[in-house]
């Protein structure tokens, strides 16, 4: 490190923390680190402080994303040891959260995969109302009315009541959704795992969705790990 006094300039930056001279300007205009010394030519002058925002920066930004992390970063900095702590801990209780979310999502695809070896015709006593369904799901009635307006999961009507009907295929359908959206996905991600389905390893392909997902928040939790020293010392500075 080339290092004066503990004053280090744009390039030293640059190469220790490995974003781009650029990139730590526009990282400073944006307020991400602090503002840097100007000497009396407008040289910039950073400190070591700097080096470490930006690594704690980086493994923010992988676990939460760049705008989280900015709005974190600059809580970080400004509140009390007690409340940064707090916040930290949120991130790593948000990421234990969504792990156990995934899990479980898989956890209701192998209980549906096992179904699927069953038979597929539908019969009467095997068919439930949106209230049934509701129940069995844990969701609310219009969350399955909002479902099937998406094309997710499409009942049978009765249509002198108009009433919904949901055969074996339906119900298999409706807990694959619940699966995934109580996992954190989005319609249009649902929507592109129901299409696999159709396919011979439909199911399975879903579960390598899931555990593509699980292994992102790994490396999203390693990288908040990485950045722990880092946080550590952006807290405590004066």
Do not use: H, Y
């Given at each position: 490190m080339n290092e004066r006094a503990g004053r280090l300039r744009t390039v030293d930056v640059a190469r220790e923390s490995g974003y781009s001279v650029q990139q730590v300007r526009d990282l400073e205009r944006l307020r991400i680190i602090p503002p840097a010394t100007r000497s009396a030519n407008g040289y910039r002058s950073y400190a070591p402080i700097h080096l470490h925002a930006l690594r704690a920066y980086r493994g923010l930004a992988s676990a939460t994303g760049p705008v989280a992390a900015r709005r974190l970063l600059a809580q970080l900095r400004s509140g009390t040891i007690t409340d940064a702590a707090a916040a930290v801990n949120a991130v790593h209780a948000g990421l234990a959260?969504?792990?156990?979310?995934?899990?479980?999502?898989?956890?209701?695809?192998?209980?549906?995969?096992?179904?699927?070896?069953?038979?597929?015709?539908?019969?009467?006593g095997d068919a439930m109302t949106i209230t049934e369904l509701a129940a069995a799901l844990a969701v609310r009635a219009s969350t399955l009315r909002f479902w099937e307006q998406e094309g997710l999961v499409l009942p049978e009507r009765v249509t002198s009541l108009r009433a919904r009907r949901y055969g074996v295929a339906a119900v298999r359908q409706a807990r694959i959704v619940a699966a995934l959206r109580s996992s954190g996905y989005g319609v249009p991600a649902v929507r592109e795992v129901l299409e696999t389905l159709h396919q011979l390893d439909g199911l399975a392909a879903a579960q390598r969705i899931l555990d593509q997902r699980l292994n992102q928040i790994a490396e999203r939790s390693v990288a908040l790990l990485r950045a722990g020293a880092d946080l550590a010392t952006v807290i405590e500075a004066p």
């Open positions: 959260r969504e792990r156990a979310e995934a899990l479980s999502a898989r956890a209701a695809l192998a209980a549906i995969e096992s179904e699927a070896n069953l038979a597929d015709a539908e019969r009467e």
